[in-house]
């Protein structure tokens, strides 16, 4: 398989030079793309860089990390390569962990893979305390939200992938910015794409993070709700009519109806001095511990439908039937 590596370039002329040159001789073509960079990471790579496979890209306007790799997918999309890994340039990412990402999928165990700094204790000795908190509580949001339980630190941006997979995505609809990884997950999860983790190693050097937790945080809620409806009304309601969606709406409705009734029973017990009888209270915490129940059941089913059949495999055989159907 062909394999293309993006780097998106912003501010990272200190480092972008290394990461190129341990990229290894598995890869074909090296897209750097200049995200508008105040400090011309383009025209630095252009004058000092000396590997043949390097070709510079340039976005007219700064996209954010989500714009410049899409620029990066689909310039790899056109030129006919089979997976891209995307690794970034600030020297966090080792590239001679780019093996180890792109084995899945050549073997076809997985048609997406990204790093997980979390697999192995050791791993988060040298993270700070506040990303690694950070990076805990948006990883079960992004399960809730994407359906990938399977997966860990979700904001990991070293990841490769099949590019027939890709061509299933709508990538102009992708986030742009710091919400790009998690967005990525959903969309793949519309299409049923397995995902894989591969173990790696945190690396912080001298660069400068330029997400602020304080501003970002209320649009990650926003944003992970948004998601986490879309992937329950599609796959639960419009793609699939199932067991699941059985649990959810029963639980739903009898946990609502539970709490509505007892707040309305507690309400008048107030007013009127009279405590609610056994009976009442039995007619409201029933169906609440019912419905939970019901809710637990949905989880339990959300977790054990997560995708395990690599779609590229379909992707490609079709793709194959067509070229087999045209040919004389």
Request: with cysteine; net charge neutral; proline share 6%.
């Amino acid at each position: 398989m062909r394999i293309a590596v993006v780097i998106p370039c912003y501010k990272v002329t200190q480092h972008v030079l290394g990461v190129i040159a341990d990229i290894g001789p598995e890869v074909e073509r090296i897209y750097a793309v200049d995200d508008a960079c105040p400090e011309g990471s383009g025209r630095f790579v252009e004058q000092h860089n000396h590997d043949p496979r390097v070709r510079v890209l340039y976005n007219p306007e700064n996209r954010g990390v989500g714009g410049a790799v899409v620029t990066g997918y689909q310039a790899a999309m056109s030129e006919g390569f089979d997976i891209v890994v995307k690794i970034d340039g600030d020297g966090q990412m080792d590239p001679r962990l780019l093996p180890l990402f792109v084995r899945p999928l050549q073997r076809g165990q997985a048609d997406y893979s990204k790093g997980n700094r979390f697999y192995r204790p050791e791993s988060v000795q040298g993270m700070p305390p506040i990303r690694l908190f950070g990076n805990a509580v948006l990883s079960f949001l992004t399960k809730l939200s994407c359906g990938y339980w399977n997966v860990m630190d979700p904001t990991n941006g070293y990841t490769a992938v099949r590019t027939c997979v890709l061509a299933e995505l709508p990538l102009d609809k992708l986030e742009r910015r710091y919400f790009f990884e998690t967005d990525m997950l959903f969309r793949l999860n519309t299409v049923r794409a397995v995902v894989k983790d591969v173990p790696m190693d945190s690396v912080y050097a001298d660069e400068e993070s330029n997400l602020k937790i304080s501003k970002v945080l209320p649009e990650f809620l926003r944003k992970h709700l948004s998601r986490l409806w879309r992937r329950y009304f599609y796959n639960y309601l419009i793609r699939d009519f199932n067991i699941g969606t059985l649990y959810s709406l029963f639980g739903s409705l009898l946990l609502v109806s539970g709490t509505v009734f007892g707040t309305v029973h507690w309400l008048n017990s107030t007013h009127s001095s009279y405590p609610a009888t056994s009976g009442t209270v039995m007619l409201a915490a029933l169906p609440i511990l019912i419905g939970i129940q019901f809710l637990i059941a949905f989880l339990h089913y959300d977790v054990s439908n997560v995708p395990t059949e690599p779609v590229s495999q379909a992707l490609e055989a079709s793709v194959q039937g067509a070229l087999g159907s045209t040919s004389p």
